[in-house]
């Protein structure tokens, strides 16, 4: 069984930074894609970004492309969400979740498509 832990959310203020973590427990996740997911209250959760089980392939939303950076170590099991130039829409609970293919794949947004989830943290973006 994978287990997935987040943490580094907090509160920012817009265009500051923060760098989220995922820890993971468990020997199947070196060859899972881990993609982060954020939810706002009233809406759905969305895809952020994803990353391929080598660290090579990398996938990002328009909406955080050029601002946001996925990264893993995989000798520690983590895995790493850098967000900078923070905006006030990018309030919201961030989730990590892992998927049981190596690459990110054309449907990595896709919240169904993930397998493991974990329980998510709080980053709030406000003045």
């Known amino acids: 069984q994978l287990q997935l832990v987040e943490s580094g959310g907090g509160l920012v203020q817009p265009g500051g930074s923060l760098r989220l973590s995922c820890a993971a427990s468990g020997d199947t996740w070196l060859h899972d894609s881990i993609g982060w997911f954020r939810q706002a209250p009233g809406k759905e959760r969305e895809g952020v970004s994803c990353?391929?089980?080598?660290?090579?392939?990398?996938e990002y939303a328009d909406s955080v492309k050029g601002r946001f950076t996925i990264s893993r170590d995989n000798d520690n099991k983590m895995i790493y969400l850098k967000m900078n130039s923070l905006k006030p829409e990018d309030t919201a609970v961030y989730f990590c979740?892992?998927?049981?293919?190596?690459?990110?794949?054309?449907?990595?947004?896709?919240?169904?498509?993930?397998?493991?989830w974990g329980q998510g943290t709080q980053v709030t973006v406000s003045s």
């Open positions: 979740a892992a998927q049981s293919f190596v690459l990110c794949g054309s449907r990595w947004y896709e919240p169904p498509e993930y397998d493991f």
């Open positions: 990353i391929g089980d080598n660290g090579e392939n990398t």
